[in-house]
């Protein structure tokens, strides 16, 4: 079985890092490239990472390995702000 890829919500890019809202229902239609996040709206956002079953892991749970794919993506804007991983944590580098 073909694995859905995510696509951002707003512009449709795929193969980028994707971010959703950290404390909603997860919604695919909500997921968000970094170029298409409004600055307001940094701060409730984390990366969203999805694995084969199409579950997508909580905040603070998410596998090694998906995290490291997520990592693996380019940013779709590289004049916006990334996430960086810090143990468990994610700091938003501006
Ligand atoms: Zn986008």
């Known amino acids: ?3 859905k890829e995510l696509c951002c919500g707003k512009c449709k890019a795929k193969g980028v890092r994707l971010y959703r809202w950290y404390s909603f229902m997860f919604t695919e239609s909500d997921v ?3 170029g298409c996040i409004e600055p307001d709206e940094f701060s409730g956002m984390v990366p969203c990472c999805k694995d084969e079953d199409g579950t997508v892991w909580g905040y603070m749970s998410t596998p090694k390995e998906l995290v490291d794919e997520f990592y693996k993506l380019p940013e779709n804007n590289k004049n916006e702000p990334t996430w960086l991983k810090y143990g468990f944590d994610y700091t938003i580098q501006k």
């Open 32 to 34: 968000r490239c970094n």
């Open 1 to 3: 079985m073909l694995k």
